[in-house]
Protein backbone atom coordinates (compact mmCIF):
# COMPACT_ATOMS: atom_id res chain seq x y z
CA UNK A 1 0.00 0.00 0.00
CA UNK A 2 1.60 3.43 -1.09
CA UNK A 3 0.21 6.33 1.52
CA UNK A 4 1.21 9.17 -1.37
CA UNK A 5 -1.90 11.20 -2.71
CA UNK A 6 -4.25 11.53 0.96
CA UNK A 7 -6.68 14.72 -0.09
CA UNK A 8 -7.89 16.33 2.71
CA UNK A 9 -10.94 18.92 2.10
CA UNK A 10 -11.91 21.20 4.61
CA UNK A 11 -14.54 23.45 5.10
CA UNK A 12 -13.61 24.33 1.70
CA UNK A 13 -15.81 27.81 -0.19
CA UNK A 14 -14.89 28.78 -3.39
CA UNK A 15 -16.21 31.31 -5.31
CA UNK A 16 -15.59 34.07 -7.58
CA UNK A 17 -15.37 38.07 -6.89
CA UNK A 18 -17.05 40.85 -9.10
CA UNK A 19 -17.13 44.13 -7.90
CA UNK A 20 -18.41 44.04 -4.70
CA UNK A 21 -20.17 40.73 -4.81
CA UNK A 22 -18.55 37.26 -4.30
CA UNK A 23 -20.52 34.50 -6.05
CA UNK A 24 -20.08 31.64 -4.19
CA UNK A 25 -19.80 28.11 -6.01
CA UNK A 26 -19.12 25.33 -3.48
CA UNK A 27 -19.57 25.93 0.18
CA UNK A 28 -18.09 24.67 3.20
CA UNK A 29 -17.49 21.37 1.56
CA UNK A 30 -15.42 18.61 3.72
CA UNK A 31 -14.05 15.40 1.96
CA UNK A 32 -11.47 13.22 2.17
CA UNK A 33 -9.81 11.12 0.05
CA UNK A 34 -7.64 8.31 0.60
CA UNK A 35 -4.16 7.58 -1.27
CA UNK A 36 -4.65 5.56 -4.21
CA UNK A 37 -8.47 5.93 -4.00
CA UNK A 38 -10.79 6.28 -6.96
CA UNK A 39 -13.05 9.21 -7.11
CA UNK A 40 -15.59 10.56 -9.68
CA UNK A 41 -17.24 13.56 -9.15
CA UNK A 42 -20.61 14.11 -10.56
CA UNK A 43 -22.98 16.77 -10.61
CA UNK A 44 -25.35 18.48 -12.13
CA UNK A 45 -24.14 21.27 -14.99
CA UNK A 46 -23.10 24.20 -13.01
CA UNK A 47 -22.82 22.55 -9.84
CA UNK A 48 -19.17 23.68 -9.79
CA UNK A 49 -17.38 20.14 -9.82
CA UNK A 50 -15.09 21.42 -12.11
CA UNK A 51 -14.02 24.61 -10.23
CA UNK A 52 -13.73 22.16 -7.11
CA UNK A 53 -11.22 19.95 -9.11
CA UNK A 54 -9.24 23.19 -10.24
CA UNK A 55 -9.08 24.24 -7.19
CA UNK A 56 -7.21 21.11 -5.49
CA UNK A 57 -4.95 21.29 -8.91
CA UNK A 58 -4.15 24.91 -7.21
CA UNK A 59 -6.20 26.98 -10.29
CA UNK A 60 -8.41 28.72 -7.57
CA UNK A 61 -7.76 29.88 -4.64
CA UNK A 62 -10.28 29.12 -1.72
CA UNK A 63 -12.44 31.96 -0.15
CA UNK A 64 -12.24 29.82 3.00
CA UNK A 65 -11.13 26.58 4.16
CA UNK A 66 -8.50 24.17 2.78
CA UNK A 67 -7.39 21.90 0.47
CA UNK A 68 -4.50 19.42 2.03
CA UNK A 69 -2.68 16.84 0.46
CA UNK A 70 -0.14 14.42 2.14
CA UNK A 71 0.06 17.06 5.01
CA UNK A 72 0.97 20.10 2.41
CA UNK A 73 -1.43 22.33 1.78
CA UNK A 74 -2.45 23.39 -1.76
CA UNK A 75 -1.14 26.93 -2.24
CA UNK A 76 -0.65 27.07 -6.37
CA UNK A 77 -0.13 24.27 -9.24
CA UNK A 78 2.71 21.81 -8.66
CA UNK A 79 4.17 19.15 -10.52
CA UNK A 80 2.89 16.65 -7.93
CA UNK A 81 -0.73 17.84 -9.14
CA UNK A 82 -1.59 16.46 -12.48
CA UNK A 83 -4.51 17.66 -14.45
CA UNK A 84 -5.92 16.34 -17.23
CA UNK A 85 -8.07 19.14 -18.87
CA UNK A 86 -11.29 18.16 -20.99
CA UNK A 87 -10.06 20.60 -24.31
CA UNK A 88 -6.74 19.34 -25.53
CA UNK A 89 -3.62 21.09 -24.08
CA UNK A 90 -0.47 18.86 -25.63
CA UNK A 91 2.14 21.80 -27.07
CA UNK A 92 1.23 22.00 -30.75
CA UNK A 93 5.12 22.78 -31.37
CA UNK A 94 6.04 19.87 -29.43
CA UNK A 95 6.17 16.22 -30.66
CA UNK A 96 4.62 13.52 -28.24
CA UNK A 97 7.56 12.46 -26.72
CA UNK A 98 8.95 16.16 -26.13
CA UNK A 99 5.46 16.69 -24.62
CA UNK A 100 5.72 13.90 -22.13
CA UNK A 101 8.76 14.61 -21.17
CA UNK A 102 8.16 18.12 -20.43
CA UNK A 103 7.13 17.53 -16.47
CA UNK A 104 10.72 15.73 -16.26
CA UNK A 105 12.93 18.14 -17.74
CA UNK A 106 11.46 20.93 -15.70
CA UNK A 107 12.03 18.35 -12.27
CA UNK A 108 15.93 19.28 -13.19
CA UNK A 109 16.33 15.62 -14.92
CA UNK A 110 18.69 15.46 -18.33
CA UNK A 111 17.38 14.83 -21.16
CA UNK A 112 18.29 11.22 -21.48
CA UNK A 113 16.74 10.03 -18.39
CA UNK A 114 13.42 12.27 -19.11
CA UNK A 115 13.73 10.15 -22.70
CA UNK A 116 13.33 7.20 -20.55
CA UNK A 117 10.48 8.29 -18.33
CA UNK A 118 8.78 9.81 -21.40
CA UNK A 119 9.39 6.39 -23.74
CA UNK A 120 7.88 4.52 -20.32
CA UNK A 121 4.24 6.48 -20.32
CA UNK A 122 3.78 6.44 -23.96
CA UNK A 123 4.57 2.65 -23.73
CA UNK A 124 1.97 2.52 -20.81
CA UNK A 125 -0.71 4.44 -22.60
CA UNK A 126 0.08 1.85 -26.00
CA UNK A 127 1.73 4.99 -28.35
CA UNK A 128 4.99 3.80 -29.14
CA UNK A 129 4.56 4.42 -32.60
CA UNK A 130 3.89 7.65 -32.40
CA UNK A 131 6.48 9.06 -30.26
CA UNK A 132 7.61 11.79 -32.90
CA UNK A 133 4.27 12.92 -34.23
CA UNK A 134 2.84 16.02 -33.49
CA UNK A 135 -0.57 16.52 -31.49
CA UNK A 136 -2.23 17.70 -34.35
CA UNK A 137 -1.21 14.22 -36.43
CA UNK A 138 -3.00 12.31 -34.15
CA UNK A 139 -6.44 11.55 -33.50
CA UNK A 140 -8.68 13.05 -30.64
CA UNK A 141 -8.89 9.50 -28.71
CA UNK A 142 -5.20 9.13 -28.61
CA UNK A 143 -4.23 13.28 -27.89
CA UNK A 144 -5.93 12.57 -25.00
CA UNK A 145 -3.97 9.12 -23.84
CA UNK A 146 -0.82 11.63 -25.02
CA UNK A 147 -2.40 13.97 -22.19
CA UNK A 148 -2.91 11.22 -19.22
CA UNK A 149 1.39 9.75 -20.16
CA UNK A 150 2.54 13.62 -20.15
CA UNK A 151 0.28 13.98 -16.48
CA UNK A 152 1.40 10.66 -15.44
CA UNK A 153 5.43 11.10 -16.24
CA UNK A 154 5.65 13.28 -13.72
CA UNK A 155 4.55 10.51 -11.16
CA UNK A 156 2.20 12.63 -9.31
CA UNK A 157 0.56 12.27 -6.28
CA UNK A 158 -2.49 13.11 -7.55
CA UNK A 159 -4.11 12.48 -11.04
CA UNK A 160 -7.04 15.13 -11.58
CA UNK A 161 -8.99 14.54 -14.57
CA UNK A 162 -11.75 17.03 -16.05
CA UNK A 163 -14.42 15.62 -18.26
CA UNK A 164 -11.50 13.63 -20.29
CA UNK A 165 -13.14 11.67 -22.24
CA UNK A 166 -16.06 13.85 -22.61
CA UNK A 167 -15.79 14.63 -26.68
CA UNK A 168 -14.86 11.20 -27.70
CA UNK A 169 -17.10 8.50 -29.46
CA UNK A 170 -18.23 5.78 -26.91
CA UNK A 171 -16.13 2.93 -28.32
CA UNK A 172 -13.01 5.07 -27.73
CA UNK A 173 -14.50 6.22 -24.58
CA UNK A 174 -15.03 2.48 -23.30
CA UNK A 175 -11.10 1.85 -24.67
CA UNK A 176 -9.79 4.59 -22.72
CA UNK A 177 -11.26 3.56 -19.74
CA UNK A 178 -10.08 0.30 -19.52
CA UNK A 179 -6.62 1.84 -20.45
CA UNK A 180 -7.09 4.36 -17.50
CA UNK A 181 -8.22 1.54 -14.86
CA UNK A 182 -4.98 -0.61 -15.83
CA UNK A 183 -2.89 2.59 -15.46
CA UNK A 184 -4.56 3.24 -11.85
CA UNK A 185 -4.16 -0.46 -10.79
CA UNK A 186 -0.65 0.42 -11.92
CA UNK A 187 0.40 3.32 -10.63
CA UNK A 188 -1.78 3.30 -7.55
CA UNK A 189 -1.96 6.99 -7.95
CA UNK A 190 -5.25 8.74 -6.37
CA UNK A 191 -7.59 9.90 -9.08
CA UNK A 192 -10.10 12.59 -8.70
CA UNK A 193 -12.46 12.39 -11.90
CA UNK A 194 -14.99 14.75 -13.13
CA UNK A 195 -17.87 13.36 -15.15
CA UNK A 196 -21.41 13.85 -16.30
CA UNK A 197 -21.96 10.39 -17.51
CA UNK A 198 -23.08 8.27 -14.28
CA UNK A 199 -22.81 5.06 -16.27
CA UNK A 200 -19.16 5.87 -16.89
CA UNK A 201 -18.56 6.83 -12.97
CA UNK A 202 -20.32 3.85 -12.13
CA UNK A 203 -17.76 1.95 -14.19
CA UNK A 204 -14.30 3.20 -13.37
CA UNK A 205 -14.29 4.24 -9.76
CA UNK A 206 -14.21 3.44 -5.96
CA UNK A 207 -16.42 6.11 -5.00
CA UNK A 208 -18.73 8.57 -6.60
CA UNK A 209 -19.34 11.92 -5.01
CA UNK A 210 -22.55 13.80 -6.39
CA UNK A 211 -22.42 17.25 -5.81
CA UNK A 212 -25.31 19.74 -5.30
CA UNK A 213 -26.12 22.86 -6.76
CA UNK A 214 -28.79 24.28 -4.07
CA UNK A 215 -25.94 23.19 -1.28
CA UNK A 216 -23.50 24.18 -3.16
CA UNK A 217 -21.82 20.84 -1.35
CA UNK A 218 -21.90 17.33 -1.28
CA UNK A 219 -25.20 15.74 -1.63
CA UNK A 220 -23.90 11.92 -0.98
CA UNK A 221 -21.32 10.06 -1.31
CA UNK A 222 -21.52 5.81 -3.04
CA UNK A 223 -19.46 3.91 -1.85
CA UNK A 224 -19.26 1.34 -5.13
CA UNK A 225 -17.04 -1.22 -3.52
CA UNK A 226 -19.14 -1.98 -0.69
CA UNK A 227 -22.01 -2.56 -3.34
CA UNK A 228 -20.20 -3.94 -5.89
CA UNK A 229 -20.20 -7.79 -5.09
CA UNK A 230 -19.39 -9.76 -8.67
CA UNK A 231 -17.23 -8.73 -11.36
CA UNK A 232 -16.88 -5.29 -12.95
CA UNK A 233 -18.79 -6.75 -16.18
CA UNK A 234 -21.20 -8.50 -14.38
CA UNK A 235 -21.72 -6.09 -11.74
CA UNK A 236 -22.53 -3.23 -14.63
CA UNK A 237 -25.63 -5.41 -15.94
CA UNK A 238 -26.94 -6.45 -12.59
CA UNK A 239 -29.81 -4.97 -11.22
CA UNK A 240 -27.93 -3.45 -8.15
CA UNK A 241 -25.63 -1.21 -11.33
CA UNK A 242 -29.22 -0.45 -13.26
CA UNK A 243 -31.06 0.54 -9.38
CA UNK A 244 -28.00 2.96 -8.66
CA UNK A 245 -27.92 4.50 -12.26
CA UNK A 246 -31.61 5.70 -11.23
CA UNK A 247 -30.51 6.86 -8.75
CA UNK A 248 -27.47 8.94 -9.16
CA UNK A 249 -29.71 10.21 -12.18
CA UNK A 250 -32.52 11.45 -9.54
CA UNK A 251 -30.18 12.87 -7.70
CA UNK A 252 -28.33 14.87 -10.60
CA UNK A 253 -32.12 16.54 -11.66
CA UNK A 254 -32.62 17.72 -8.30
CA UNK B 1 4.21 -0.88 -66.66
CA UNK B 2 0.72 0.91 -66.45
CA UNK B 3 1.36 2.55 -63.16
CA UNK B 4 4.68 3.91 -64.32
CA UNK B 5 2.62 5.19 -67.62
CA UNK B 6 -0.06 6.72 -65.04
CA UNK B 7 3.33 8.53 -63.20
CA UNK B 8 4.52 9.49 -66.83
CA UNK B 9 0.88 11.11 -68.19
CA UNK B 10 0.92 12.60 -64.69
CA UNK B 11 4.11 14.67 -65.12
CA UNK B 12 3.16 15.44 -68.32
CA UNK B 13 -0.12 17.50 -66.97
CA UNK B 14 2.01 18.94 -64.63
CA UNK B 15 4.76 20.37 -66.69
CA UNK B 16 1.91 21.45 -69.58
CA UNK B 17 0.57 23.22 -66.80
CA UNK B 18 3.57 25.07 -65.59
CA UNK B 19 4.31 25.49 -69.40
CA UNK B 20 0.90 27.14 -69.73
CA UNK B 21 1.53 29.22 -66.47
CA UNK B 22 5.40 30.83 -67.56
CA UNK B 23 3.86 31.51 -70.94
CA UNK B 24 0.57 33.18 -69.48
CA UNK B 25 2.88 35.35 -67.34
CA UNK B 26 5.62 36.20 -69.81
CA UNK B 27 3.00 37.06 -72.62
CA UNK B 28 1.89 39.46 -70.22
CA UNK B 29 4.69 40.69 -69.00
CA UNK B 30 6.16 41.15 -72.44
CA UNK B 31 2.66 43.34 -73.34
CA UNK B 32 3.19 45.55 -70.24
CA UNK B 33 6.71 46.25 -71.95
CA UNK B 34 5.20 46.76 -75.02
CA UNK B 35 2.75 49.73 -73.97
CA UNK B 36 6.20 50.81 -71.97
CA UNK B 37 8.11 51.17 -75.34
CA UNK B 38 5.29 52.27 -77.62
CA UNK B 39 4.20 55.35 -74.41
CA UNK B 40 8.03 56.87 -74.31
CA UNK B 41 8.70 55.97 -77.50
CA UNK B 42 5.92 58.64 -79.01
CA UNK B 43 6.39 60.67 -75.77
CA UNK B 44 2.82 60.48 -75.09
CA UNK B 45 1.17 63.46 -72.92
CA UNK B 46 -1.79 63.26 -72.36
CA UNK B 47 -2.48 64.12 -68.69
CA UNK B 48 0.58 61.61 -67.85
CA UNK B 49 3.86 62.86 -69.25
CA UNK B 50 6.13 60.26 -70.79
CA UNK B 51 8.08 62.70 -72.51
CA UNK B 52 10.81 62.16 -70.10
CA UNK B 53 10.71 58.65 -69.14
CA UNK B 54 13.20 56.29 -69.97
CA UNK B 55 12.18 53.62 -72.70
CA UNK B 56 12.83 49.89 -71.67
CA UNK B 57 15.32 49.92 -74.08
CA UNK B 58 17.50 52.65 -72.30
CA UNK B 59 16.92 51.43 -68.92
CA UNK B 60 18.73 48.01 -70.21
CA UNK B 61 21.76 50.32 -71.13
CA UNK B 62 21.88 51.93 -68.18
CA UNK B 63 21.61 49.05 -66.44
CA UNK B 64 24.01 47.44 -68.12
CA UNK B 65 26.66 50.15 -67.36
CA UNK B 66 25.67 50.98 -63.97
CA UNK B 67 26.17 47.30 -63.21
CA UNK B 68 29.96 47.91 -64.07
CA UNK B 69 30.31 50.22 -61.83
CA UNK B 70 31.65 50.01 -58.18
CA UNK B 71 29.61 52.43 -56.69
CA UNK B 72 26.28 50.70 -57.42
CA UNK B 73 27.28 47.94 -55.66
CA UNK B 74 28.31 50.21 -52.65
CA UNK B 75 24.79 51.66 -52.58
CA UNK B 76 23.49 48.12 -52.59
CA UNK B 77 26.05 47.18 -49.82
CA UNK B 78 24.44 50.18 -47.95
CA UNK B 79 21.17 49.72 -47.79
CA UNK B 80 21.33 46.55 -47.03
CA UNK B 81 23.69 46.78 -44.02
CA UNK B 82 21.11 49.51 -42.92
CA UNK B 83 18.16 47.31 -43.57
CA UNK B 84 19.72 44.34 -41.34
CA UNK B 85 21.29 46.40 -38.79
CA UNK B 86 17.83 48.08 -37.81
CA UNK B 87 15.57 45.25 -38.45
CA UNK B 88 17.89 42.80 -36.44
CA UNK B 89 17.54 45.55 -33.82
CA UNK B 90 13.41 46.17 -34.57
CA UNK B 91 13.32 42.74 -33.74
CA UNK B 92 14.81 42.33 -30.58
CA UNK B 93 13.35 45.32 -29.28
CA UNK B 94 10.05 44.76 -30.77
CA UNK B 95 9.28 40.92 -29.52
CA UNK B 96 11.26 41.68 -26.47
CA UNK B 97 8.35 44.98 -25.72
CA UNK B 98 5.62 42.92 -27.14
CA UNK B 99 6.24 40.05 -24.76
CA UNK B 100 6.70 42.69 -21.98
CA UNK B 101 3.09 43.91 -22.79
CA UNK B 102 1.69 40.70 -22.71
CA UNK B 103 2.99 39.03 -19.89
CA UNK B 104 3.43 41.29 -17.26
CA UNK B 105 0.94 44.23 -16.20
CA UNK B 106 3.32 46.65 -14.76
CA UNK B 107 5.38 47.09 -18.13
CA UNK B 108 1.45 47.34 -19.73
CA UNK B 109 1.01 50.10 -17.53
CA UNK B 110 4.05 52.06 -18.38
CA UNK B 111 4.63 51.31 -21.72
CA UNK B 112 1.03 50.78 -23.66
CA UNK B 113 0.42 54.54 -23.49
CA UNK B 114 3.74 55.03 -25.21
CA UNK B 115 3.79 52.82 -27.68
CA UNK B 116 -0.74 53.80 -28.71
CA UNK B 117 0.68 57.67 -28.79
CA UNK B 118 3.65 56.88 -31.10
CA UNK B 119 2.31 54.56 -32.85
CA UNK B 120 0.00 56.54 -35.09
CA UNK B 121 2.99 58.89 -36.02
CA UNK B 122 4.74 57.21 -39.82
CA UNK B 123 8.55 56.72 -39.17
CA UNK B 124 9.49 59.55 -42.13
CA UNK B 125 7.56 61.97 -40.13
CA UNK B 126 10.81 61.55 -37.18
CA UNK B 127 12.89 62.44 -40.09
CA UNK B 128 14.13 66.17 -39.00
CA UNK B 129 14.15 65.28 -35.72
CA UNK B 130 16.14 62.16 -35.83
CA UNK B 131 19.01 64.53 -37.96
CA UNK B 132 18.82 66.68 -34.80
CA UNK B 133 19.51 63.87 -32.07
CA UNK B 134 21.49 61.48 -33.79
CA UNK B 135 25.25 62.64 -34.15
CA UNK B 136 25.71 61.80 -37.89
CA UNK B 137 22.74 60.87 -40.63
CA UNK B 138 23.90 57.35 -40.96
CA UNK B 139 22.62 57.00 -37.00
CA UNK B 140 19.63 58.71 -38.04
CA UNK B 141 18.55 56.69 -41.15
CA UNK B 142 19.04 54.11 -39.44
CA UNK B 143 16.90 54.80 -36.03
CA UNK B 144 14.09 55.26 -38.29
CA UNK B 145 14.22 52.52 -40.20
CA UNK B 146 14.19 51.21 -36.63
CA UNK B 147 11.02 53.36 -35.98
CA UNK B 148 9.36 51.95 -38.90
CA UNK B 149 10.08 48.07 -38.48
CA UNK B 150 9.54 47.95 -34.32
CA UNK B 151 5.69 48.90 -34.29
CA UNK B 152 4.09 45.97 -36.34
CA UNK B 153 6.65 43.61 -34.75
CA UNK B 154 5.68 44.73 -31.38
CA UNK B 155 1.67 44.93 -31.72
CA UNK B 156 1.76 41.57 -33.27
CA UNK B 157 3.96 39.97 -30.75
CA UNK B 158 1.64 41.42 -28.06
CA UNK B 159 -1.57 40.20 -30.26
CA UNK B 160 0.04 36.58 -30.15
CA UNK B 161 0.91 36.35 -26.40
CA UNK B 162 -2.61 38.02 -25.52
CA UNK B 163 -4.06 34.83 -27.64
CA UNK B 164 -2.52 32.42 -25.46
CA UNK B 165 -5.33 29.72 -24.54
CA UNK B 166 -5.51 29.86 -20.77
CA UNK B 167 -5.89 25.96 -20.59
CA UNK B 168 -2.25 25.81 -22.12
CA UNK B 169 -0.81 27.73 -19.57
CA UNK B 170 -2.46 26.03 -16.79
CA UNK B 171 -1.30 22.25 -18.41
CA UNK B 172 2.12 24.06 -18.19
CA UNK B 173 2.32 24.96 -14.65
CA UNK B 174 0.48 21.76 -13.23
CA UNK B 175 3.30 20.18 -15.16
CA UNK B 176 5.84 21.91 -12.98
CA UNK B 177 6.46 24.96 -15.19
CA UNK B 178 6.94 28.55 -13.25
CA UNK B 179 6.52 31.79 -15.10
CA UNK B 180 9.88 31.55 -17.07
CA UNK B 181 9.25 27.77 -17.86
CA UNK B 182 5.67 28.89 -19.22
CA UNK B 183 7.71 31.96 -21.16
CA UNK B 184 9.81 29.92 -22.58
CA UNK B 185 7.71 26.69 -23.22
CA UNK B 186 4.06 28.30 -24.10
CA UNK B 187 4.21 31.71 -24.07
CA UNK B 188 7.07 32.29 -26.80
CA UNK B 189 6.26 29.44 -29.17
CA UNK B 190 2.35 30.34 -29.21
CA UNK B 191 2.86 33.88 -30.54
CA UNK B 192 5.84 32.79 -32.89
CA UNK B 193 3.09 32.32 -36.28
CA UNK B 194 2.24 36.41 -34.86
CA UNK B 195 5.68 37.38 -34.48
CA UNK B 196 6.53 36.27 -38.01
CA UNK B 197 3.84 38.31 -39.68
CA UNK B 198 4.75 41.26 -37.29
CA UNK B 199 8.27 40.65 -38.73
CA UNK B 200 7.11 40.76 -42.34
CA UNK B 201 4.92 43.28 -41.86
CA UNK B 202 7.77 45.42 -40.11
CA UNK B 203 10.25 44.33 -43.11
CA UNK B 204 8.03 46.13 -45.73
CA UNK B 205 7.68 49.38 -43.46
CA UNK B 206 11.37 49.41 -42.51
CA UNK B 207 12.17 49.40 -46.34
CA UNK B 208 9.74 52.37 -47.19
CA UNK B 209 11.49 54.37 -44.24
CA UNK B 210 14.56 53.46 -45.48
CA UNK B 211 14.45 54.87 -48.86
CA UNK B 212 12.64 58.13 -47.50
CA UNK B 213 15.59 58.64 -44.96
CA UNK B 214 18.04 57.70 -47.74
CA UNK B 215 16.47 60.26 -50.16
CA UNK B 216 16.13 62.86 -47.37
CA UNK B 217 19.60 62.84 -45.87
CA UNK B 218 21.74 60.15 -47.54
CA UNK B 219 24.91 59.76 -49.00
CA UNK B 220 25.24 56.16 -50.21
CA UNK B 221 22.36 53.67 -50.78
CA UNK B 222 20.37 52.60 -53.31
CA UNK B 223 17.32 54.91 -52.30
CA UNK B 224 19.67 57.82 -52.71
CA UNK B 225 21.03 56.58 -55.67
CA UNK B 226 17.84 56.74 -57.13
CA UNK B 227 17.13 60.57 -56.09
CA UNK B 228 20.50 61.27 -57.15
CA UNK B 229 19.87 59.85 -60.56
CA UNK B 230 16.50 62.51 -60.88
CA UNK B 231 18.10 65.19 -59.63
CA UNK B 232 21.32 64.45 -62.69
CA UNK B 233 18.78 63.90 -64.99
CA UNK B 234 20.03 59.95 -65.25
CA UNK B 235 16.30 59.49 -65.90
CA UNK B 236 17.62 55.42 -66.74
CA UNK B 237 18.67 54.87 -63.79
CA UNK B 238 16.05 55.82 -62.15
CA UNK B 239 13.96 52.91 -63.18
CA UNK B 240 17.42 50.28 -62.56
CA UNK B 241 17.67 52.32 -59.18
CA UNK B 242 13.46 51.04 -58.55
CA UNK B 243 13.95 47.64 -59.96
CA UNK B 244 16.94 47.19 -57.69
CA UNK B 245 14.85 47.97 -54.29
CA UNK B 246 12.19 46.13 -55.86
CA UNK B 247 14.59 42.77 -56.08
CA UNK B 248 16.53 43.63 -52.32
CA UNK B 249 12.98 43.95 -50.64
CA UNK B 250 12.19 40.48 -52.47
CA UNK B 251 14.87 38.77 -51.22
CA UNK B 252 14.68 40.20 -47.23
CA UNK B 253 11.14 39.25 -47.24
CA UNK B 254 12.11 35.64 -49.04
CA UNK B 255 14.58 35.22 -45.45
CA UNK B 256 11.85 35.60 -43.26
CA UNK B 257 9.23 33.20 -45.30
CA UNK B 258 12.27 30.57 -44.96
CA UNK B 259 12.58 31.72 -40.99
CA UNK B 260 9.10 30.97 -40.75
CA UNK B 261 9.23 27.76 -42.15
CA UNK B 262 12.08 26.39 -40.18
CA UNK B 263 10.16 27.35 -36.94
CA UNK B 264 6.42 26.50 -37.86
CA UNK B 265 7.14 22.87 -38.90
CA UNK B 266 4.52 22.06 -36.34
CA UNK B 267 2.13 23.93 -37.90
CA UNK B 268 1.43 21.92 -41.10
Redo the contacts between chains.
Keep these: MNDIGNIEIQQLSLGFKSGFDTKIIINDLSLNLKAGSFTSLIGPSGCGKSTLL ?1 AI ?3 YKPIYGSIIIDGHEVK ?4 D ?3 V ?1 Q ?1 H ?1 L ?4 TVKENVR ?2 PM ?2 GLGRVEADRLADEYIQLVGLSGFKNY ?1 P ?1 MLSGGMQHRVEIA ?2 LA ?1 KPAVLLMDEPFGALDAQMRASLQDSLLSIWKNTQVTIVFVTHDVNEAIHISEHIVILSRKSKSISEIIDINAIEDSSTESFMRSKKADDLRLHCIEMLSD | MIFMKRIYFDMKIVMVRNIFKILGSSISIFLGIFIWQFLTQNDVNFFLDFSNIPTPFHVLTSFQSVVATKKYWEDIYWSMYRIILSFSLASVVGITIGLLLGYSKIARLIIAPYVELIRPIPAIAWVPISILIWPTTEESIIFITFLGAVFPIILNCWDGVKRVPVELVKAAQSLGAGNLGVLIHVVIPYAIPNIVVGMSVGMGAAWFALLAGEMISGRYGIGYFTWESYQLIQYGNIIVGMLTIGILSSITSGLIYMIKNKFLSWAE
Design positions: NGGHSPSALGIFQTFPWKFGRRYKRAN
